[in-house]
């Protein structure tokens, strides 16, 4: 009678955790249409998107990045356009960052509730929104969102294999894990570290059943998913090289690592807190650890699975770190901690309920609602920012502006904003001209701007410059660089003349 109460008692606070979730999800909604922010790679997400297709594919790659999540968004334009249908672009791309969420709590609903129960399935609802800087990433026109989809669902292709290994869910696998390679490539590194870790125990774990034909199953899927990945190869190894040339990125410290776990529960730079929640993810990995050690079970592997993807991601990039390049960022593992929180409302599902879960609960509940509040009082500044952006960029968008517009970067996010300015991409200042790459890429005008001489020969003008830095403009007596808007690391400088002898030159 015991067993029946507490099934119905994990039944309904699943329903409850599911029913919340969908609450959050009709806010997120209300967020997307109510105060559409920008942050500050949105601005070039959003410009990127409105280049020619080719034109996109190259900047993506000179970027260092991967380029299906622009090509994700570029479909719905492509769509409405022929249907010659009018959107708002950045509407849309907000529609298209929630969508993967949608589709999450459409796998909580059918796939989890019917292997766990309603409890996993509400578990995961909620905590794949509040926990981590999930409600802020699913709202954020960046290729997280994406790649957390991708990457759930190469998890979930595991859970079948161990189930039963046919090549279905071995191609499926290889086909999720390119999805996510190409999205993001800390993807990537998850999803290498889950075939290195299936790997391992097709050779060595007998406890999980696998036979000599379970290793070809993993060289098809492997060799399947190399031969996907090919055509970004030689792009890659090309983005390679810039890095280990150049990249910004800062080296791994004592803080980085700690933030790098804790912010499976939260994005708080409060270091204390972090190192205490460090803590709790190292405890429930030992945790799990213990738990498939004691029984060597399947579904326990499984849950140990969604941890050690999360730390091998974490060591793998440690290891290119210190050894190549810096590239670890706490937000870069955003989707492999969503396998840990799907393990973990897997695992609520089957400990004892009142003893823990409704602890766990209680915690989950309090850290979401902290994470919330502090996430929507960010986006809430991000909103108050893109409006006041939007403004200045209108007022320089006219006939009688003169924008130099410094770096690729800025000219992504920026060109198609001050469309009715004349805007220039090289520019000689100091007898040292800036030029760029991209400039033949984009086949933009090279034509030069002069710094002082074009600044005089256009009084009639406002002149801007968009860039880094100023230092150095420093010490410059023929112009001004008065700093007159910035925009989270684009900044924007007003030149102004100050020798009147020159005037009318």
Known sequence: MNSKINLSDKNLIGKILFLLSIILLGVMIAVIFKKPFLETDEWFTKGIIQLSFQQMVNITAIDVHPPLYYIILKIPMKILAMLHIGYDLVTLMKVMSILPLFILLGISATTLRKNFGWLSAGFFALTIITMSSFFRVFLTARMYNWGILFLVLSFLCVYYILKESNYKYWILLAI????????HYFVAISSVALYMILFVNILFNKSLGFERSDLKKWFVSTVVGVI????????????????????????????????????????????MLGVILAVVVIALTAFVVLRYLKSKSKDDFFLLLGFAVFIVTIVLAFIVSVTFKPILLARYLVPAIALIWLSISILVSDIDFKKFVIPIVIVVLVFGAFNLVDQISVIDDDYAKTVEANAFLDNMSNNDTIVIISGMQKYVRFFNEID???QYYVYTFDNKTHKEPYLKILKLNKTSFDIPQDVYSNPDKQIYIIVDKKSEFENNTDVDFDKVFNLRGCIFYKINGTNTTNLGM
């Open 228 to 271: 996907l990945y090919v055509p970004w190869l030689f792009t890659l190894f090309s983005q390679l090289n810039k890095v280990h040339k150049s990249y910004w990125i800062p080296s791994v410290d004592l803080a980085k690592m700690v933030e790098s776990f804790s912010i499976v529960f939260t994005n708080n730079s409060n270091f």
């Open 176 to 183: 999720f894990s390119v999805l996510g390679a190409y999205t």
């Open 420 to 422: 009715d300015a004349k």
